[in-house]
């Protein structure tokens, strides 16, 4: 089946540094992937959607230029979070699917933890 | 009124219980009706969808979507420890460029052995 690897599962980085976090899609290609933020106890929120070869399309609210997306390869996006801050911690969850034109076949990655002090 | 209301929990029931998960919607462009599981600090695993309305049956579990009432449901049978977990639902509206999901918030269920 598809599988969507998630690295790193988990960050501690301190105010003001930035980090990236990379989706990879191991066994199929992702022309589209999403990026997905979690608060406790809250809904999966779309920050962006990324679109290989192309510009990120970013969400109401979401902050294109703390929230860096790369889609350079079909198969790789990254998210990196620019100069992060405290209220910055959260789970960021990306997905893909391998089927075009479909709304359902969607696998996640495991997520990332990241926590800034 | 947000797109997708779901009921936080948390719920516990005893092994074996039957175990109804619901959500409401009210946007009637969704078409697409999907059940994710979520275990603690992992990502979400898709358990079935649905397109449009009407019953889905996988094993113990089995999926009912009522457009008219703008209401989905999500029973486990024969609950087990193992299906303790938040349990997503999540929408989508049909057409190109609809890919994305709009998720409820979750419902956290615990099985109790």
């Known amino acids: 089946g598809a599988v969507v690897s998630q690295h790193p599962s988990w960050v501690i980085c301190k105010s003001g540094t930035s980090v990236k976090i990379e989706c990879r899609s191991l066994d199929f290609q992702a022309t589209t992937m999403f990026w997905y933020r979690q608060f406790p106890k809250q809904s999966l929120m779309l920050m962006a959607t990324s679109n290989e070869g192309s510009k990120a399309t970013y969400e109401q609210g979401v902050e294109k230029d703390k929230f860096l997306i790369n889609h350079a390869s079909l198969t790789l996006s990254t998210l990196t979070v620019t100069s992060a801050h405290p209220e910055d911690s959260s789970f960021y969850i990306c997905?893909?699917?391998?089927?075009?034109?479909?709304?359902?076949?969607?696998?996640f990655g495991s997520g990332t933890r990241l926590t800034v002090v | 009124q947000k797109e997708v209301e779901q009921d936080p929990g948390p719920l516990s029931v005893p092994e074996g219980a039957i175990v109804s998960l619901n959500c409401t919607y009210s946007n009637s462009a969704f078409q697409y009706f999907m059940w994710y599981r979520q275990y603690s600090r992992k990502g979400p695993e898709l358990l079935m969808y649905t397109y449009s309305s009407g019953n889905k049956e996988d094993g113990r579990f089995t999926a009912q979507v009522d457009k008219s009432s703008k209401y989905i449901s999500l029973f486990i049978r024969d609950s087990q420890p193992s299906d303790s977990a938040t349990y997503l639902c999540a929408m989508s509206a049909s057409g190109a460029g609809s890919y994305q999901l709009t998720f409820g918030k979750g419902t956290k269920l615990s099985v109790i052995p």
């Open positions: 997905s893909a699917s391998p089927y075009r034109g479909r709304d359902y076949g969607y696998t």
